[in-house]
């Protein structure tokens, strides 16, 4: 292991030019904001420098007070408190300098510019970001005791989502996740693979890995015909806690001293930040490890100018690609890349600020975190893409950081790097035969049927609804309120009525290339014989389309089928009936279809994609490139890199086995 202290010493003149670098990059945002005329104006280039000095001073001298009194009003505003506390300090700083003033939006405008124009400054000049971390940490590690520190190591687990061993291989060997490399080339760490449950999602990879228990987790979305076909999403913000409640024995990997950060699941942990299953809880939002990640004036306006410029990078690469015609390639829209740099940028910074918070502090016995830019990334752009290898450097630089803190506590932690699932790359079903499984479906039915179906991209599988749902709530009530019956009238645009969930006697659904027919009229899953007599086009129809590898029903004459275009396999005695439809799917395919067979809300019809071994590709029902959810290729081979000492079998099979060998280790390392 490298010593930290002779690599980031620094001399005196060294942090004076640094401070001075950035002074100058808060005077230039000054100067920026002036020159928008968003509410700051100045007289001179001169007092944007004195002001920026001010502001400085007062930032080191008021906020660590000010960050601790106003904590809770910073983490409900979910950071938006911390610029408006900073606006503050600049309104105040102006009023010793004449000839600048400032209002209005300038107030939270200000202090993004000057961070922004800081770290661009910063990176064009290479101080050694390293360095500050390593100080600022080193600075913060005194603030707290060392007594009640216990002398047994914690544990950290960092989840990187959807990145495949075979991907990870590849990026450490070009290079772009340097500290990985070099833990496993100085044997500090040892790489293992594992392989997913049929459902290679977050739904069911989590609930496995964080609570030992992911049964019936069909796939990311499904449908509950026993309680009145309720229709459920991994993601969702009321279903999240209702999945957890099923899945929760009190045990989970979590449950001894855990906290829990930017995951789906709490793995039964008290202490919880951005986790989907709590997050209506607000009494659980509010929490102590917020105080590291505001413990820095410009920690938050940095964050913002960071998700700002990871924006307009993604508008870079759409051009790109379109430029170069990368193929296959998806439109992503203006929208996107706002969802986009929360995963990438919000998430990942806000995660490592409190897990270093967790590692310096020296309470938490077990942490688990996830960071969700490289999934994200993968699933818009390709799973080999340049965008994605770069998130994955940006991850790896988190690493680092969290390894510099767990060097320099009072209490040592093991650190696990690991992934949930991987992704597959392929043009989508749509792109390849210019139809939806919606619209293969609906051909195959009678007329009548009313067809609700959800092909839409599960990037609620990377947290993008956090972002959205909140503004499109805001948005809504003030529609209702403002406007009135004669523009309600005049605007409305008259449509045939669309068929809703509630409505649809079909239901047809997807994960990735995972697709799902719910024949909602019928209360129990229909058998083989009873979908011949009631919809005889259906499975032929899906089974000899050349977009679809094979489809799941279930016999009553003959238990589980896996039918494919030129053969049957009989999963209950593992025959085989002309030619197996589950040779290119792995050789562990049948085990899990089974598995999967047997759970309480497995469709009418389980459908899975096509899978070409040669090119490595699936044909994703959903608009991504990169997809997840089903079998085929590397979306079921995530890995784990864990300290050398633990015993992690390779080539584990799912989830909840993964689990177990986590809490073993766990319980011998801590206890």
């Known amino acids: 292991m490298e010593d930290y202290d002779k690599k980031y010493h620094k001399s005196r003149f060294y942090w004076f030019w640094r401070t001075i670098i950035l002074w100058i990059g808060s005077s230039l945002g000054f100067l920026l904001i002036a020159y928008l005329s968003v509410g700051l104006t100045l007289d001179s280039w001169e007092s944007a420098f004195v002001a920026a000095g001010i502001v400085g001073i007062l930032n080191a001298l008021l906020w660590p007070i000010l960050s601790r009194i106003l904590l809770p009003f910073m983490i409900f505003t979910v950071g938006i408190g911390s610029l408006l506390i900073n606006g503050a300090l600049i309104w105040f700083a102006t009023g010793f300098v004449e000839g600048v003033t400032i209002d209005g939006a300038a107030l939270i405008l200000a202090p993004i510019g000057m961070a922004a124009i800081s770290t661009l400054l910063a990176g064009i000049i290479t101080i050694d970001d390293d360095a500050a971390w390593y100080r600022a940490i080193r600075k913060n590690v005194k603030k707290f005791d060392k007594k009640n520190i216990k002398d047994k190591p914690g544990v950290v687990f960092m989840e990187i989502d959807g990145l495949a061993k075979n991907i990870l291989l590849e990026a450490v060997e070009k290079g772009y996740m340097p500290t990985l490399k070099r833990w496993l080339d100085d044997g500090v760490h040892v790489l293992s693979g594992w392989e997913t449950d049929l459902s290679s999602q977050t739904g069911a990879s989590q609930a496995g890995i964080l609570h030992g228990n992911n049964e019936d987790i069909v796939a990311f979305r499904w449908v509950e015909k026993e309680n009145n076909n309720k229709f459920m999403v991994s993601t969702g913000l009321s279903d999240a806690p209702i999945v957890e409640e099923r899945i929760s024995d009190g045990n989970g990997l979590l449950s001894m001293n855990g906290a829990s950060r930017s995951n789906l699941f709490s793995g039964d942990a008290e202490d919880v ?174 007329a009548e049927a009313l067809i609700f179906a959800d092909m839409s991209p599960t990037t609620g599988d990377h947290f993008g609804v956090a972002f959205t749902a909140p503004g499109d709530r805001v948005k809504g009530y003030f529609r209702d309120k403002t406007e009135d019956v004669n523009e309600y009238i005049q605007k409305y645009n008259v449509k045939p009525k669309e068929v809703t969930q509630l409505d649809a006697n079909v239901n047809v659904l997807a994960s990735g290339n995972l697709g799902m027919v719910y024949l909602t009229d019928h209360t129990e899953r229909l058998n083989y014989e009873q979908l011949i007599q009631i919809y005889p086009d259906l499975m032929p129809g899906l089974a000899q389309h050349p977009g679809i590898g094979f489809i799941l029903v279930n016999s009553e004459k003959h238990g589980p089928l896996v039918i494919g275009n030129k053969g049957t396999y009989y999963l209950k005695d593992d025959t085989i009936e002309g030619e197996n439809p589950l040779l290119n799917f792995g050789p562990n395919a049948a085990d899990h279809i089974r598995r999967t067979n047997s759970f309480r809300y497995t469709p009418d019809v389980l459908v899975m994609s096509m899978y070409d071994p040669v090119s490595n590709e699936v044909a994703a029902f959903e608009e991504l490139v990169g997809s997840h959810g089903g079998i085929g290729g590397e979306q079921s081979y995530p890995f784990i890199s864990h300290p050398k000492d633990w015993e992690i079998k390779n080539d584990l099979i799912g989830a909840e086995k993964v689990y177990q060998l986590f809490k073993s280790e766990i319980e011998k390392t801590i206890q």
């Open 273 to 446: 930040i951005f986790t989907f299953s709590k997050m209506k809880n607000l009494g659980k939002f509010y929490n102590r490890a917020w105080r590291y990640v505001f413990s820095n004036s410009s920690n938050f306006s940095r964050i913002i100018s960071l998700f700002l410029y990871d924006c307009i990078l993604d508008y870079k690469s759409q051009l790109m690609h379109a430029i170069k015609n990368i193929n296959p390639r998806i439109k992503r829209g203006i929208i996107y890349p706002f969802v986009r740099a929360g995963a990438n940028v919000f998430l990942r910074e806000i995660t490592t600020l409190a897990l270093i918070g967790d590692v310096l502090k020296g309470h938490v016995d077990v942490a688990y975190v996830t960071y969700l830019g490289y999934d994200e990334i993968a699933h818009h752009s390709g799973t080999r893409d340049k965008d994605s290898f770069d998130a994955l450097r940006s991850i790896d630089k988190q690493f680092h950081r969290v390894e510099m803190a767990s060097l320099l506590a009072h209490r040592k932690y093991k650190l696990v790097i690991h992934s949930d699932h991987g992704q597959t790359n392929g043009a989508t079903f749509k792109q390849r035969y210019d139809l939806t499984l919606e619209e293969l479906v609906r051909g195959l039915l009678p």
